[in-house]
């Protein structure tokens, strides 16, 4: 259980110090898109947390869950911008519905211990 | 099991940390850096001096190509404006001419003094005669006694010597000129003309042809002191 939330940890800060460091930067009309990937990570690293701790935790989910969610956050909003739809808009709700839902249960989950 | 666990919680937070600075950095961007509209703004502005800058490379090309032209034209110009210094000073008597024409010369008689016989010497009247007949008769040089007569020229007689150019000069009287020479001696041989009239005073004239003679170039200062000329009249 601690060695992995000190593997994460240590991932976090490795993919933070790589990222910082790049030398290239993101152009900025594809800004938004990566923002809402970050949002859909955040998303399924909650919903990975409170699945740890209901018990059912399961592994291949919560990685093809994580990429499938970056991925489809990212190209939905991209298409919706093609197409004229605010489908970016529908994400960040939809992420961040279900984001305060996970921390709610996950809070619950801490003061029940 | 547990190994790809803590592989995919790696994999995954090492992807959440690039990501999260990646987008810190862009948002950061974001804040001080431009805003969209206005890169649309600046982008097509930027579209706008790229065309302007091509029409100016052709403009500029164009140019180029004209300023060559006039190099290349630029020793044309100059050899023009040689060939007219040369005519102009042909026309002012500074160089030495060459050319068809006719020699003149007058002396007087030589002979024991009869009675009644006019006691005429060449006298500057008669060269100016002869000068003022050869001129009308197309003479483009003249020159009398090596002295070139140019536009300023004076012949006239100064004590008991003639002076042309101030320059002293005796008899016997030879003048040159250049032209066309039948058309000068037929000027001078006229009947009743000029040669006619000096020899009955006197003045043992003769005219020869001659297909080439030289005419010196005039060898004094010209000095031009009051004579200015008009600037709208160039």
């Given amino acids: ?113 | 099991m547990n190994k790809t666990l803590y592989v995919s919680i790696t994999l995954v937070s090492l992807v959440m940390g690039l990501m999260m600075a990646l987008q810190f950095r862009t948002a950061g961007r974001v804040d001080s850096g431009v805003p969209y509209d206005r890169v649309q703004l600046l982008t097509t502005e930027l579209k706008q001096l790229e065309k302007e800058y091509a029409n100016l490379l052709i403009e500029a090309s164009d140019l180029e190509e004209k300023v060559a032209k006039a190099e290349k034209g630029r020793p044309e110009a100059s050899q023009a404006v040689f060939d007219e210094l040369v005519k102009v000073r042909q026309l002012a008597g500074m160089t030495k001419l060459e050319g068809p024409g006719v020699e003149v010369n007058l002396a007087p008689i030589r002979r024991e003094p009869e009675q009644g016989d006019n006691l005429f010497t060449v006298r500057d009247e008669d060269l100016l005669r002869v000068v003022n007949e050869l001129r009308a008769s197309g003479a483009e040089a003249l020159a009398i006694n090596g002295q070139r007569i140019i536009s300023t020229s004076e012949i006239r007689l100064a004590g008991s010597f003639i002076d042309i150019n101030l320059t002293r000069i005796s008899p016997p009287y030879s003048v040159l000129a250049i032209g066309s020479a039948d058309q000068l001696e037929s000027g001078l041989l006229i009947k009743g003309g000029l040669v006619d009239t000096m020899r009955d005073w006197g003045v043992s004239v003769t005219v020869t042809k001659k297909p080439s003679l030289v005419i010196p170039a005039y060898n004094h200062r010209i000095h031009l002191e009051y004579a200015k000329p008009l600037k709208e009249a160039q």
Avoid at chain 1, 4 to 17: S, Y
Avoid at chain 1, 39 to 67: K, P, W
Avoid at chain 1, 107 to 112: D, E, N, P, S, V
């Fill in chain 1, 1 to 113: 259980m601690w060695i992995g939330v000190l593997l994460a940890l240590l991932g976090l800060a490795l993919g933070a110090l790589v990222g910082l460091n790049v030398p290239l930067v993101l152009p900025q009309a594809y800004a938004q898109y990566l923002g809402l990937g970050v949002l859909a990570a955040l998303d399924s690293v909650f919903g990975g947390i409170r699945a740890a701790m209901e018990n059912h935790y399961d592994n291949h989910i919560f990685i093809t869950g994580f990429f499938s969610n970056i991925l489809l956050a990212a190209g939905l909003a991209y298409i919706g911008t093609k197409l004229g739809v605010p489908l970016s808009t529908a994400a960040v709700v939809a992420f961040g519905v279900r984001l305060f839902q996970n921390l709610a249960i996950i809070r619950r989950h801490l003061l029940k211990k």
